[in-house]
T-cell receptor, first 113, second 112 residues
Framework: DGGITQSPKYLFRKEGQNVTLSCEQNLNHDAMYWYRQDPGQGLRLIYYSQIVNDFQKGDIAEGYSVSREKKESFPLTVTSAQKNPTAFYLC????????????FGEGSRLTVL | GENVEQHPSTLSVQEGDSAVIKCTYSDSASNYFPWYKQELGKRPQLIIDIRSNVGEKKDQRIAVTLNKTAKHFSLHITETQPEDSAVYFCAASWNQGGKLIFGQGTELSVKP
């Protein structure tokens, strides 16, 4: 279903801890993305990757890091440097970078206690 | 960089009425404009998109219009139904590597 699997669905973290959100796809799409969704602010781009071992910062990359060691996987680490990490995070993939249909995962909701 | 403004933030209509959501963008190089629908608790899904070589595109009850001179594009939903209730997002990008930037979203409520 959908081809994009995010885990965990819900995650609680204490302040000062890093946390990694998983994103796996079986669509064989080259491009992958991470968006953050906050009420009233739409979907804001954190990082995106066009190809394995390459990725670019989006508009709100500070406090986040990613890796793209395999085509199927694009994990996002929310570091302790992210000042307001509580949010809903969406991973997506597309065949064509930035101008193709995005296929989203079901999202991960991170809450910092 | 690109900036996309979307209005209104909330929209309530009666079943059967039409709904219009408008977006403006800042980068004149943008040439790809998709619309996504996100139902409550679900992932966003593409419902329609338009590229800058056309001014209008229709798919059953939904249509998108594009005015490149004014740098705005709109989503039109006719004969609205309760299942159209969702959050709708517009977005813009350009195919030379520009990022896909989303608007703030519009929460549409269709009342039976």
């Amino acid at each position: 279903d959908g081809g994009i699997t995010q885990s965990p669905k819900y995650l609680f973290r204490k302040e000062g801890q890093n946390v990694t959100l998983s994103c796996e796809q079986n669509l064989n799409h080259d491009a992958m993305y991470w968006y953050r969704q906050d009420p009233g602010q739409g979907l804001r781009l954190i990082y995106y990757s066009q190809i394995v071992n390459d990725f670019q910062k989006g508009d709100i990359a500070e406090g986040y890091s990613v890796s793209r060691e395999k085509k199927e996987s694009f994990p996002l680490t929310v570091t302790s440097a992210q000042k307001n990490p509580t949010a809903f995070y969406l991973c997506a993939a597309s065949t064509v970078i930035n101008t193709g249909e995005l296929f989203f995962g079901e999202g991960s909701r991170l809450t910092v206690l | 960089g690109e900036n996309v403004e979307q209005h209104p933030s909330t929209l309530s209509v009666q079943e059967g009425d039409s709904a219009v959501i408008k977006c403006t963008y800042s980068d004149s190089a943008s040439n790809y404009f998709p619309w996504y629908k996100q139902e409550l608790g679900k992932r966003p899904q593409l419902i329609i998109d338009i590229r800058s070589n056309v001014g209008e595109k229709k798919d059953q009850r939904i249509a998108v219009t594009l005015n490149k001179t004014a740098k705005h594009f709109s989503l039109h939903i006719t004969e609205t139904q309760p299942e159209d209730s969702a959050v709708y997002f517009c977005a813009a990008s350009w195919n030379q590597g520009g990022k896909l930037i989303f608007g703030q979203g519009t929460e549409l409520s269709v009342k039976p």
